[in-house]
């Protein structure tokens, strides 16, 4: 989130960024897939210094039942960031903000499940942020989506997620937490990049219609390459019980 206090340098002289980066560069980004053994899928994602792990179960049956659709599963969803997660403790408690992310992330992920294949159930979405340094809510999209993958719910394409934002006046790729901190605009993107469909768009701060559509460029470019390490994870899940089947 943006903040009104007196501007930071973040952009060097050479044009690279506090953590180094230049400004279309993603942070250095890891994807470990089925850590969890009891949950029917899982994810892990270090994006960073951004730690979050996903659990996902379902789809089951969903109590109590009057909540249930009769033609789709419903998608529940819950973000929550660790106490220890950012340098001053934070209560347990849910705070606005992580009811506020939990219904932006089960909106972004929602249009990728074939809900209609499970009537009258649930599939159960719990995000655990054990470390934040900006852009949680992006890179826990992406990390679900690879554990909704992993539990074997069929989808139209993963949803990948990235956020761009305006920096010292340069536009800037995944930002980090002094970035979205003091940054001038910050616009995270949810995307399923095979099908072109974007299904999170936000913005805080101002872009011109030229910045917004090069932000859009840029973030085009991030998720493009947080597709392929998705798809990697999976594979490399999966990769010995496919050699499996081969024999």
Do not use: W
Request: charged residues 30%.
């Amino acid at each position: 989130m943006r903040s009104d206090k007196k501007p930071v340098q973040l952009i060097s002289p050479e044009g690279l960024r506090v953590d180094g980066r230049r400004p279309d560069e993603l942070r250095p980004t890891r994807i470990e897939v089925g850590i969890l053994k009891n949950a029917d899928g899982s994810a892990l994602i270090e994006q960073g210094k951004n730690k979050i792990i996903v659990a996902v179960y379902g789809p089951r049956e969903l109590h109590p039942k009057h909540l249930a659709l009769p033609d789709r599963a419903i998608v529940r969803c819950r973000y929550h960031m660790v106490p220890f997660s950012v340098p001053e403790r934070k209560s347990p408690a849910p705070t606005r903000r992580e009811i506020e992310l939990s219904k932006v992330i089960r909106e972004a992920l929602e249009p990728a499940i074939i809900l209609e294949a499970f009537p009258r159930t649930t599939i159960d979405i719990f995000i655990e942020v054990l470390q934040a340094d900006g852009g949680t809510r992006t890179a826990s999209i992406t990390a679900a989506s690879v554990a909704l993958a992993d539990a074997g719910i069929p989808m139209r394409d993963l949803v990948t997620a990235v956020a761009v934002g305006k920096v010292n006046g340069t536009l800037v790729l995944d930002l980090n937490h002094l970035e979205d901190q003091y940054g001038e605009a910050d616009m995270p993107v949810a995307m399923m990049p095979s099908l072109g469909q974007i299904t999170l768009l936000q913005a805080d701060g101002i872009l011109t219609i030229d910045e917004f559509k090069k932000a859009l460029e840029l973030a085009m470019k991030g998720i493009k390459q947080l597709y392929e390490i998705q798809k990697v994870a999976l594979k490399e899940k999966y990769k010995p019980l496919a050699q499996e089947l081969k024999r």
